[in-house]
Each structure stands twice: as C-alpha cells, then as structure tokens.
C-alpha cells in the first residue's frame, strides 16, 4: 500500500433493517492523519456508519478497507488489534472499575498475562507487566489530565470526566484510527474547548487519524479537515468544511434554509 | 460490586505501581487477613469437634461460593448448577482415587480441573444468551448432572454413592477433622489469594468488563465467547475442588447432597455476602451456614419462655432463617462486605462522620 491511499476506505455500503434504509450506497475516504467528520440530521445514519466500521453492524453491500485491508469479515475483538478504537455516543464506561482499570482494559490486546499467571501474580511475570501497563496508562492519564480522579469508580464521574475516561480507554488501545461518536455533546463550552484541544493533540502529535461524529458546527469547520454529510442514509456532500457549508443541499437538509426573498414576496 | 475508592488511611503511600496493586488494598487489612489464618491454625487444636467440623464446611462452601462470585458477581452471569458441579468434583476425586489409584490429595485438584471441562461445556450456552435465559439453560446442567450421578455407575457408583477415603500427605493421613482443617484451610487461601490476583491481572479486568459493558470490551479487544466460557470454567474448578474437598471430608458421596436446594444455596451465599467480593463471599457462607444454628437456639430458647411454641419450633426456625434472609436483602442489598466498608469508611474519617 503506498502512503497516498486512504487509510479508511468506505465502498458502496449499504444497511437495512426491517424496511428501513439506514445507509444507502455511502462512500467516502479518510486519508492518512486526517480529521474527518461525519455530520448530518438525527437519524441519517452517522452511527450506523461508525458501528459499520467498528464492526457491531455487518452491511447488506458494499465493503470497507483500513489500510488497504478489507475490514468487514474480521471480528469484532480484532478491531483493537488492528489499530482501530472509538467511543460510544451514550456513555460506555465500566462504571464499577476505578479509572485506571478502565484504561488498563483498553491494554487488554496488548498484555500477555492470563487468567493463569494472572492467579499466581508473582512468579508468571504478571505482576511485572501490569507494573509496566500501569506506567503506559499514567501517561494517557498526564495526558488528559484526569490524575486527580485515578483512583475513583468511572461511575461516580461527571459526564465530562466520563467522556474523558472513555477516551482515555480508546488511546490506550494505541489506535490509528479513532472513531469518536459525539465526543462532545452534552458538555459546556470550557469541556469542549478541553476536548477539541485533546483531538487535535491527538492528531497532531501522535499522528492519530479520526473519524468523528459531531451536532457542534463551529467545533467541526474549526477541527475538521474535511467533512461528509450524510442525510436519510444517502452521502449529499463531501469536502472541506467551508464547502460543504455552503453547499446548497447541506444548507437544506442540515442547517435548515432561510426561506428566501423572493419566496417570501411569492408568499 | 467492584471499585472501592481509595480505602486507605492518611499516612499509607504507596511509592510504587507493584505496591499500589498490592494484595491488599489496606495495611490493616492484610495484617488482619495474616492474623485471622494464623489465630485459626494455632487454635484448632482447641476447637470442639462441632466448631471443627464448622469451620472445616466454611473453608469447602467459601471455596465454591468463591468460584460461583466469578460467575455472577464478577462476568455478570448466572448459574443455578454450580451445586451439580460441586457435586461432580466430589464424585470426580472418589472416581481418580478408586479407578485410577491416584493419591487423594492429588485427585482433588484434579477433580477441578475435571469439572472445569464440564462446566466450560455447559457453560458455552453463555455464549449466546444471557440473564433468565441463561438461568434456565445452566438449570438444564443442574438436572442432567444429577441424573448422570445417579445412573453412571461406573463413574458415581450409581444410587449406591461412592467412598471417597481421607487423603494423606507422604504417609501422613489425614484422618481426623483437625489434620482435614489444616487440608482444607490450605486450600481456601490458595482459592482467595488466586482470585484476588486474578482481579488486578488482566483477564480478571476483561471478565468485570464484559459485565459492566460488554459492548465496549469487545471494541477493547476482549472476546465475549472467550470470557464468558472461561468464566464458567474458572466458576466450575472452585466448585469441582470444594466438591472433591467435601466428599473426602465426609468419606462418602451420594447422589441426594446435591440438589437444586445446594445451588440455591449457593447463590443466596453470594448475594448476603456481596457480589464480586473475595471477603464478601467468605461473610456469606458463614452467614448462611451459622443463621439456622442461631436461629435454632432462638426457637428454642422461646420455646423455653413459652411452652406453647415447643411444638412448632422447627417452623419458627425455618421461618426466621427466611425472615433474616429477607430483611437483609431489604437493608443491606450489597451485601454484608458492604456493612464493613461502611464502618471502614466512618473510622477513616472518625470523628467527621458517623
């Protein structure tokens, strides 16, 4: 695979449950350290994507390539090996494990320990691996600055801190590719502005490539490198930020459309 | 059920990842856990024969009740055949020794690793479905087990039961109940500190994570089928070797022990005591082994006070064990554990809280 091919590639992909067209025959590509963003009413389909890609979903047609690799027929669990984490838009955290086993878990593909060297700890090496995971998590935890609530069950988080955690637990997986889905809704405009910081450091300096479904507009034409909407599960545009905004269709399904002047004279 | 924020007093740092994931999460209490075994070894030979024989069916049920905790205290699953599967290492470890001539003392670990197999196989419908379906689905286990014990003669003896001899150590046998208690305290410590460490290493984690939200432990890497079948395994080798420590501590297995009424049993052990917790489990057994005694003293000294209840005293005891049971699970749904975490919590921050 040469370094100019997409590092995501989506091809044709189509859903249906029931009678219900979730995605019609979307296509796009995410390019090698990109930010993408998938944008588009309530229920056109932008999670059914992401679960696409992340495997929950099997699509009816179509196929999707991560590094020139096709993705559908692999597992689940293979994802992570892969180099492939995301978030959930309802908060997905293991709310009865403390922060830092939440991070640990996202370790899980990485650690060689089992249940039976786990259970005799000393002489196996487990204890000097998880001692070595541990060290891996504090930096994520430096990282998105979560310290002060280490030792804390995920469940008793604020919302903010959970999102938090639950990225935190999707780095740790050492991900290329991070699906995001709506990292950001529901927080006030300090978290955001926290989070829109984290994605973008992300991006930048550990080259994380991601995929991320957000409502806030001025938060994806800020962070985005490029954007596709999708409306009733049919792609309508694709493109840098900037474009796809002022793109006719987008304005209309999306953002709502001023009636214009001379429909009002009409009128 | 799970993380406990930091229980620990001022003035204990840890200064290193090895100690912060210490056995222990506090200085009291491993030096309470060092004492506790200590204390019972040095007085068992002091001990009633009754109070033994006590202590002796505590340490065998905390090791199953510990095994069942795995299952649906940390995976989140439910079993109502873990008393089969004790029932099958029991039946397993007379089978090693009398077919096979193998010592007891090694046939009873091996008993687990029997049951392990079987309880993986029954458990492999856990692949598909979860909560009162499973129920039903490891209830099927329960029965067809019982009904292989009593027709499989030659692996159970059929309705004749089995001998199941006391075990001896290099010619040493341990044929009487203080020489079986220091078998089966051995054993039980083996069984806590082996889950305990499970717990802070990675596939005990994966297994609270496919409980607590299995959809992201699959994005994380950890496959469902895997664990939830290997959390029947694990489950089923508690059980298998309580099983084979019970059958060689009263010398003979028969079919009738190990009923539906024993799994039950079992769970309601894990409920009263805390689900997901190692010491938990331990307050349960004791709980549910030691309420009908007491209860039993209490009906009888009513029945002392008033003579007209001598008659109905067996009932007045069931009832109150019933009773008892229910309250708790009213009062103190998490458990017993729970109980002490609160206490815990009101030294830590005496004289602050209450």
Request: net charge negative; proline share 3%.
């Amino acid at each position: 695979m040469s370094t100019n091919d997409p590092m995501l590639d989506v091809r044709n992909v189509s859903i249906r449950f029931g009678g219900v067209s979730a995605l019609t025959d979307v296509s796009f590509y995410v390019n090698r350290n990109e930010i993408f963003s998938l944008i588009g009413p309530n229920g056109a389909g932008k999670t059914s994507m992401l679960n696409c890609i992340s495997g929950r979903y099997k699509p009816q047609q179509g196929e999707i390539l991560f590094k020139g690799e096709h993705l559908l027929p692999r597992s689940i669990n293979d994802r992570a090996h892969l180099g492939i984490g995301r978030t959930f838009q309802n908060l997905a955290v293991f709310s009865h494990m403390s922060v830092i086993d939440n991070i640990m878990v996202g370790l899980h593909h990485k650690l060689k320990n089992n249940f039976l060297t786990g259970m005799f700890y000393w002489v196996g090496g487990a204890q000097k691996e998880e001692a070595e995971a541990r060290l891996k998590v504090e930096d994520i935890i430096d990282f998105l600055e979560i310290q002060h609530v280490r030792n804390e069950s995920a469940g008793s988080l604020s919302y903010g801190l959970r999102k938090r955690v639950e990225l935190a637990r999707a780095i740790a997986i050492g991900p290329e590719l991070l699906l995001l889905d709506e990292p950001m809704a529901g927080m006030n405009l300090e978290e955001k502005e926290d989070m829109a910081r984290y994605i973008l450091e992300l991006n930048e300096q550990f080259g994380i490539t991601v995929v991320m479904i957000e409502h806030d507009m001025a938060v994806v034409v800020d962070i985005s490198d490029r954007v596709a909407v999708l409306d009733f599960g049919e792609k309508i545009a694709e493109g840098r930020p900037e474009e796809v905004m002022a793109d006719e269709r987008v304005k209309t399904a999306y953002l709502g459309v001023e009636e214009s002047a001379e429909a009002r004279e009409d009128a | 059920m799970g993380h406990v924020p930091n229980p620990r007093p001022a003035g204990d740092f840890r200064t290193s990842y090895i100690d912060d994931a210490s056995l222990f999460k506090t200085r009291f209490e491993g030096r309470a856990a060092v004492a506790i075994v200590v204390a019972l070894a040095v007085a068992a030979p002091f001990l009633s024969n009754y109070m033994l024989s006590q202590m002796i069916l505590i340490g065998i049920y905390s090791i199953a009740a510990l095994g069942l905790n795995i299952l649906v205290g940390i995976t989140g699953q439910i079993s109502l055949g873990h008393g089969a599967f004790f029932g099958f290492g029991a039946f397993a470890s007379a089978w090693i020794v009398n077919s096979f001539g193998i010592p007891a003392i090694i046939a009873i670990p091996l008993a687990g690793v029997l049951t392990t197999a079987i309880g993986m196989i029954f458990g492999v419908p856990a692949a598909r479905i979860k909560g009162l379906y499973l129920a039903i689905a490891t209830l099927a286990s329960q029965f067809i087990l019982e009904d292989f014990f009593a027709r499989a003669d030659w692996f159970s003896g059929g309705v004749y039961g089995s001998l199941a001899a006391r075990p001896s150590i290099f010619g040493f046998a341990l044929d009487t109940d203080l020489r079986y208690f220091f078998l089966v305290l051995f054993w039980t410590v083996v069984s806590v500190v082996a889950v305990t460490n499970l717990l802070r290493s990675r596939d005990g984690r994966a297994l609270v994570a496919v409980r607590d939200h299995y959809l992201s432990a699959e994005i994380m890497g950890v496959n469902l089928t895997k664990y939830r079948i290997l959390s029947f395994g694990i489950s089923s080798f508690f059980a298998g070797l309580a099983g084979a420590l019970f059958g060689h501590y009263l010398e003979f297995v028969s079919v009738e022990g190990f009923t539906i009424l024993l799994s039950i049993q079992f769970l309601a052990m894990i409920i009263i005591g805390g689900l997901g917790s190692v010491y938990g489990t331990i307050l349960g057994v004791i709980f549910v082994l030691l309420l009908p005694q007491v209860m039993e003293m209490a009906a009888t000294s009513a029945a002392d006070l008033v003579p007209a209840l001598a008659s109905g005293k067996a009932y007045i005891k069931e009832m109150s064990v019933g009773a008892a049971i229910i309250l708790f699970l009213i009062f103190e749904p998490e458990g017993l554990i729970h109980r002490w975490r609160v206490i815990r919590a009101s030294w830590k921050l005496f004289p602050f809280a209450r």
